[in-house]
């Protein structure tokens, strides 16, 4: 099966530019995550779905961030305006459904995301 | 709240010998464990992952963990490390709400 798919894989950006990422999930998967992952650590959940509804965006900045997933398919992951601490790789990821922990993730290979 | 340490952050170890990688994690229920690999400039792999019964989980790529509910642990070991070996080394737990909690990583270094 083709894995989750994300683009750009890279972008540099100036501070207070505007950047989207987007994200296609694994074909039925119902839940699709967007995960921040700044060098030297661990990935941080930005936001939940489940179909096209937010389960979770507590840890998202909303005065900046923003994220939607139409259809409840593709997600795009929004910035604006960026700042030098947004510099990091942004990971989407998808599961089968929600309460199937066996069914586990599937991350995409990432966006790098460089603010200057 | 859970939370994951990753007790080490770099681990060099020189080929074919054996490794472990630590993780200790923070819970008041019952969690599910999991331990991913990610090479440069690629996402997250699952290697394995701990749900119940056997406390001892294979994995892919000959790697093995052991969950210890006592020392909340769930180290990550391999008999073996190959060079390809390299590459950094996430431990998480997941929550109530299907949400993957990470430690900070481990940095494994294979030398030849």
Known sequence: ?116 | AQSVTQLDSQVPVFEEAPVELRCNYSSSVSVYLFWYVQYPNQGLQLLLKYLSGSTLVKGINGFEAEFNKSQTSFHLRKPSVHISDTAEYFCAVMTGSYQLTFGKGTKLSVIP
């Open chain 1, 1 to 116: 099966e083709a894995g989750v798919a994300q683009s750009p894989r890279y972008k540099i950006i100036e501070k207070r530019q505007s950047v989207a990422f987007w994200c296609n999930p694994i074909s039925g998967h119902a839940t699709l995550y967007w995960y921040q992952q700044i060098l030297g650590q661990g990935p941080k959940l930005l936001i939940q779905f489940q179909n096209n509804g937010v389960v979770d965006d507590s840890q998202l900045p909303k005065d900046r961030f923003s994220a939607e997933r139409l259809k409840g398919v593709d997600s795009t992951l929004k910035i604006q305006p960026a700042k030098l601490e947004d510099s990091a790789v942004y990971l989407c990821a998808s599961s089968l459904r929600p309460g199937q922990p066996n069914y586990g993730y599937t991350f995409g290979s990432g966006t790098r995301l460089t603010v200057v």
